[in-house]
């Protein structure tokens, strides 16, 4: 079993920036790719991006494309998502995902593991 721990969120001004982490415990995440996503109230939980299982691959929604990075430190059994110069629309709890293999999609039923959120609100 994979427990994951998202934390860093906050309240932040719009054009701001905050850093995300995505700490594993129980067994090592380091041959799973691993997907952000994120959930405002009302709505779906949609994908924000991912990381393959190594780093080489790396994908993002077009709404974070060029605003978000994924990046991971294996030997931190870590995944991070940097977020800068955000904007209102990207309040929202952001959950990190261990997908069951080593890839990540956009698709939330390939993902094993989810950790609880955490809440990143922007004032305008």
């Known amino acids: 079993q994979v427990q994951l721990v998202e934390s860093g969120g906050g309240l932040v001004q719009a054009g701001g920036s905050l850093r995300l982490s995505c700490v594993a415990s129980?067994?090592?995440?380091?041959?799973?790719?691993v997907g952000w996503f994120r959930q405002a109230p009302g709505l779906e939980r949609v994908f924000v991006g991912g990381i393959s299982w190594n780093g080489g691959s790396r994908s993002y929604a077009d709404s974070v494309k060029g605003r978000f990075i994924i990046f991971r430190d294996n030997a931190k059994n870590t995944v991070y998502l940097q977020l800068n110069s955000l904007k209102p629309e990207d309040t929202a709890a952001y959950y990190c995902?261990?997908?069951?293999?080593?890839?990540?999609?956009?698709?939330?039923?390939?993902?094993?593991?989810w950790g609880q959120g955490t809440q990143v609100t922007v004032s305008s």
């Open positions: 995902a261990a997908s069951s293999t080593r890839w990540s999609t956009g698709r939330l039923d390939e993902y094993a593991y």
């Open positions: 129980g067994r090592t995440i380091s041959t799973y790719g």
